[in-house]
Each structure stands twice: as structure tokens, then as C-alpha cells.
């Protein structure tokens, strides 16, 4: 059974940061392009970055570029999602998914999807 467990939420004043992770099970991680996704209280699902399968190639929402930095370890089967700047903007719930696709942003390119954690930024 693919499970994906995102963790690293929680409060943070303006211009803070926070990390999340997301832990994953019963998937071949490193077969697959990761992505993370938010979803603001009242808004759609919306795209943030993703990686691909190896962590050569990267794609950011224009939202977040030069503040977000997602990364991965293989060898833990783990994604990360390194939140600088943070913006009273960027609250929402954080999603973390898989694809079998190189480098995808659309949502329906993914998979598998994680439960999300909660970021709230104050202002």
C-alpha cells in the first residue's frame, strides 16, 4: 500500500521559514518525479514545485521562486520542502504526491497523494 506522510507544518510569523517532509511507503520512490501542492481555505488545489525522479530538474509556481527549495533523498524515500520568506499568502494545507511522469504540475499528472499539514503563516 503507497503511502505518502507529510509532516513539518505549523505556525510561523511572517518572513519565517519552516520544513516539511514527506515520508513515503510501498512506492518505488526514486521511479518517481514528486511534486508538492497547497490549498488555501475557499481556492482550488494549486501547483508549487516538483522534482524529478533522480533531483537534477526542478519547476516552481512563480508564487514561490526564490523563497521555496524542494529537494529529495533517495535513500530515504523522503521529499522536503524548504519554505523561506514565508507570506501570510502562502497559508494553506501542504500536499505532497507522486507521478510516473517526468516533471509534471498539473494535478492530474500525479498519482499518489499524501494528507497534507497545515501551514499558517501571520502577519
Known amino acids: 500500500q503507497v503511502q505518502l506522510v507529510e509532516s513539518g507544518g505549523g505556525l510561523v510569523q511572517a518572513g519565517g521559514s519552516l520544513r516539511l517532509s514527506c515520508a513515503t511507503s510501498?512506492?518505488?520512490?526514486?521511479?518517481?518525479?514528486m511534486g508538492w501542492f497547497r490549498q488555501a481555505p475557499g481556492k482550488e488545489r494549486e501547483f508549487v514545485t516538483a522534482?524529478?525522479?533522480?533531483?537534477?530538474?526542478?519547476y516552481y509556481a512563480d508564487s514561490v521562486k526564490g523563497r521555496f527549495t524542494i529537494s529529495r533523498d533517495n535513500r530515504k524515500n523522503t521529499l522536503y520542502l524548504q519554505m523561506n520568506t514565508l507570506k501570510p499568502e502562502d497559508t494553506a494545507v501542504y500536499y505532497c504526491?507522486?507521478?510516473?511522469?517526468?516533471?509534471?504540475?498539473?494535478?492530474?499528472?500525479?498519482?499518489?497523494w499524501g494528507q497534507g499539514t497545515q501551514v499558517t503563516v501571520s502577519s
Open positions: 504526491a507522486a507521478s510516473r511522469r517526468g516533471l509534471p504540475h498539473a494535478r492530474e499528472e500525479y498519482d499518489y
Open positions: 510501498g512506492l518505488t520512490f526514486g521511479s518517481y518525479a
Open positions: 522534482i524529478n525522479w533522480i533531483g537534477l530538474s526542478t
